[in-house]
């Protein structure tokens, strides 16, 4: 089999482990909001929210380096 299809396996097995262990329900209190969720998906929210800020860092720094490449040609 290819190593990509264990790695993949791997980490789906290790995802659904990490999804039973922490189906707890907590509490999140930020200013005046307070929301309940089981802490598996605060974690899956987390991350999607550290890729996302992470895309748009890269996609900002690339502009940044070269702004006569990203400019539309007329």
């Keep these: ?3 990509k299809l ?3 396996l791997t980490l789906i097995a290790l995802a659904t482990i990490f999804i039973v262990q922490n189906a707890n329900v907590v509490e999140l209190k ?4 307070t929301i309940s969720m089981s802490r598996s ?3 899956v929210f987390l991350v999607l929210i550290g890729i996302a ?3 748009f860092l890269h996609a900002h ?4 380096k070269n702004p006569k490449q990203n400019k539309e040609t007329p």
């Design 30 to 33: 930020f200013l005046f909001w």
């Design 61 to 64: 720094m690339l502009h940044k």
């Design 53 to 55: 800020i992470g895309w």
């Design 41 to 43: 998906l605060m974690f």
């Design 6 to 8: 264990y790695i993949t």
């Design 1 to 3: 089999m290819n190593i």
